[in-house]
């Protein structure tokens, strides 16, 4: 079966770094994308990567290897804003989008 | 700016009752789709339409229907509504022919559903 696996809960301490790692097993692979989400809010569009490699976005970067199905997601001078889930997906080979369960972040002051 | 649009926000529904959520997009963006959030679960997709007068079935669609009559609009019928389909329900649209293929998703601010 197709499988995103993510952390439940991270806390960090604003200011600080923290890394979300996302692992995967699906059929195919057409990319992988991050999203936000806010308690009671949609999810919002964070970031795609399909090649390997770190993809940098200001504060967001994320990083892929397909050969050992892994991402991650690293928060740079965390806000307390940036306290939100986390929901890492996959695009399949019929390019619909496997969805992991979602990392809840806790930033602390 | 509207983007998409979901209505209601939130509705309390007896069960077996029938029940429309609403979906509008003003993107004209070719794809849309319904998913289910539950907590400790992914977002589940239940029904998609790649381009008006098309749709398919998701991972959930038992229970569900859809129509795509015109671009813009995209509404989730409950023939007859149970407890488990007690969840929020996102609305979403992406530039895509193919649906996830590299297309940002957009969503709609979401109407959670209490079943009873």
């Known amino acids: 079966g197709q499988n995103i696996d993510q952390p439940t809960e991270m806390t960090a301490t604003e200011g600080a770094i923290v890394q979300i790692n996302c692992t995967y097993q699906?059929?195919?692979?057409?990319?992988l994308f991050w999203y936000q989400q806010h308690a009671g809010e949609a999810p919002t569009f964070l970031s795609y990567?399909?090649l390997d490699g770190l993809e940098e976005k200001g504060r967001f970067s994320s990083f892929l290897s397909r050969s050992k199905g892994y991402s991650y997601l690293l928060l740079k001078e965390l806000q307390m804003k940036d306290s939100a889930s986390y929901l890492c997906a996959v695009s399949d080979s019929n390019y619909q989008l496997i969805w992991g369960a979602g990392t809840k972040l806790i930033i602390k002051p | 700016i509207a983007g998409i649009t979901q209505a209601p926000t939130s509705q309390i529904l007896a069960a077996g009752r029938r029940m429309t959520l609403r979906c509008t997009q003003d993107?004209?963006?070719?794809?849309m789709y319904w998913y289910r959030q539950d907590l400790g679960l992914g977002l589940r997709l239940i029904h998609y339409s790649n381009t008006a007068g098309t749709t398919g079935k998701g991972e959930v669609p038992d229970g569900y229907s859809v129509s795509r009559a015109n671009t813009d609009d995209f509404p989730l019928t409950l023939a007859s509504a149970v407890p488990s389909q007690t969840s929020v329900y996102f609305c979403?649209?992406?530039?895509?022919?193919?649906?996830?293929?590299?297309?940002?998703?957009?969503f709609g601010e979401g109407s959670r559903l209490t079943v009873l």
């Open positions: 993107m004209r963006h070719n794809a």
């Open positions: 990567n399909v």
């Open positions: 979403a649209s992406s530039d895509s022919r193919t649906g996830g293929d590299t297309g940002e998703l957009f």
């Open positions: 699906t059929s195919g692979f057409n990319g």
